[in-house]
T-cell receptor, first 114, second 116 residues
Framework: EAEVAQSPRYKITEKSQAVAFWCDPISGHATLYWYRQILGQGPELLVQFQDESVVDDSQLPKDRFSAERLKGVDSTLKIQPAELGDSAMYLC????????????FGPGTRLTVT | AQSVTQLGSHVSVSEGALVLLRCNYSSSVPPYLFWYVQYPNQGLQLLLK??????LVKGINGFEAEFKKSETSFHLTKPSAHMSDAAEYFC??????????????FGKGTLLTVNP
């Protein structure tokens, strides 16, 4: 069964350092999402791609976060510099076309900033 | 703006008992509603999806949800809880994020504990 792959699964970094997360969506899925999930909360959308284009990054803290999906396949989310408040689970999801389709989630990357 | 309220951050039931997890949405009738489940240290998995026209939606693992427009609710139920149902459950509602694009707004989640 096809799955969304994410790496690393766990990341510990010191504040002010740079960190990057990678996501490989299910083959053929045009839409890719990055979510941040703080402990005890629901996921919050950071950025949504349709193929290689960003369609929503309104909640992405652009002074320190960046995301790209250059060839419309896999994607990278970067934080530079990391802050203590960035500690959270970062989830990647993909769907066949747009938001109304089922979103398939990866296992997530748990980030701890010390 | 659309918002989702899940009443009860933690629900505890005995094995074999009825499971009821509550979800209310705030705005006009959305075209879709979703319930997702998250097991520890995993991503979310779709349980069921409501589309306009159906009031009772059946999902995986014996779960179902009833859409009640008059109550702006979409509560999740399962007649008999199993130990393997212990997880966190999220209700999600689409919210317009500009033009024809929508994003899912998730509730804060309800942690279900099943006692033997």
């Amino acid at each position: 069964e096809a799955e969304v792959a994410q790496s690393p699964r766990y990341k510990i970094t010191e504040k002010s350092q740079a960190v990057a997360f990678w996501c490989d969506p299910i083959s053929g899925h045009a839409t890719l999402y990055w979510y941040r999930q703080i402990l005890g909360q629901g996921p919050e959308l950071l950025v949504q791609f349709q193929d290689e284009s960003v369609v929503d990054d309104s909640q992405l803290p652009k002074d320190r976060f960046s995301a790209e999906r250059l060839k419309g396949v896999d994607s990278t989310l970067k934080i530079q510099p990391a802050e203590l408040g960035d500690s959270a689970m970062y989830l990647c999801a993909s769907s066949l076309d747009r938001w109304a389709d089922e979103q398939y989630f990866g296992p997530g990357t748990r980030l701890t900033v010390t | 703006a659309q918002s989702v309220t899940q009443l009860g951050s933690h629900v505890s039931v005995s094995e074999g008992a009825l499971v009821l997890l509550r979800c209310n949405y705030s705005s006009s009738v959305p075209p879709y509603l979703f319930w997702y489940v998250q097991y520890p240290n995993q991503g979310l998995q779709l349980l069921l999806k409501y589309t306009t026209g159906a009031t009772l939606v059946k999902g995986i693992n014996g779960f179902e949800a009833e859409f009640k427009k008059s109550e702006t609710s979409f509560h999740l139920t399962k007649p008999s809880a199993h130990m393997s149902d212990a997880a966190e459950y999220f209700c999600a509602v689409p919210e317009n994020s500009g033009g024809s694009n929508y994003k899912l707004t998730f509730g804060k989640g309800t942690l279900l504990t099943v006692n033997p």
